[in-house]
């Protein structure tokens, strides 16, 4: 049988996980992606997972038109909750739906006239990358704009408040007829931790930052891809 490393120590589980766990919800960067991009071992696994019934959501801060340019194989996945939670696109219908209202464009006019820079905009959130991020945050408070401040690493996006990885899984899911306790949840980052929270069993990369770690009910013996790798087979394991 396949362990993973939990949080603190290897756990053999005899539990059919497949079958509990209906849904896998993945992080891009840093835990499929390893500089942008996913391996062909990986794939692989992910289609393993799919042709033995399990369902895939991906999760992730990226903007839907950046995620197509280094990732063709967006149709293994029955949902793409993209932007932080912000937008969902369902591949099988080729549809993307705002899931909150823009920002206003002041906030953009104002950290330009600060001198931040790059900043990026996607259909909701607006991106940049440090060291802006106290810039960012004052001038979020200064315009009394209801919205989140979140990090990625070294990235720093604006969101409206309430918004983040698990309000936009939510929705997913309800879309799917999938309670959260049956789903297993893979990221590496900050940003990751509404997402593993949000899950029935919360799992890190081992390059994942060290507090998404202390909050992770397992963390993989493998970094990015391996260690999707090696959950799906763990899984995979159990039916």
């Known amino acids: 049988m396949v ?3 939990s949080a603190n120590h290897i756990v053999p589980d005899a539990t059919p996980l497949l079958m509990k766990y209906a849904v896998l919800a993945t992080d891009y960067d840093g835990t499929l992606a390893t500089q942008g991009l996913v391996d062909e071992a990986t794939l692989a696994a992910l289609e393993r997972y799919r042709q033995q019934g399990g369902r895939l959501l991906l999760v992730t801060g990226r903007q839907l038109d950046e995620l197509f340019q280094v990732f063709p194989h967006n149709r293994l996945f029955e949902g793409i909750v993209a932007e932080n939670g912000a937008v969902l696109y369902r591949p099988g219908e080729g549809i993307a739906r705002r899931l909150a209202e823009p920002l206003p464009p002041v906030l953009i006019d104002t950290l330009i006239a600060q ?3 790059p900043i990026s905009q996607g259909q909701i959130v607006v991106a940049t990358w440090e060291p802006h991020g106290e810039t960012v945050e004052r001038t979020v408070q200064a315009l ?4 989140t401040v979140i990090r990625n690493k ?5 969101l409206p408040q309430g918004v983040n990885k698990a309000s936009g899984l939510a929705v997913a899911l309800a879309e799917l007829g999938v309670e959260p306790a049956q789903v297993v949840g893979i990221g590496d980052a900050e940003n990751d931790r509404s997402l593993l929270e ?3 069993l919360g799992v890190a990369v ?3 930052v ?4 202390t909050l992770a009910d397992r963390v993989t013996a493998g970094d990015r891809g391996a260690g999707v790798q090696e959950l799906i087979e763990w899984l995979l394991a159990e039916t």
């Open 144 to 147: 009394a704009l209801a919205a």
């Open 115 to 117: 001198g931040v820079g």
């Open 154 to 158: 070294k990235a720093v996006m604006v």
């Open 206 to 208: 081992a390059n994942a």
């Open 210 to 213: 060290p507090e998404l770690k």
């Open 198 to 200: 949000a899950c029935g």
């Open 3 to 5: 362990s993973l490393t």
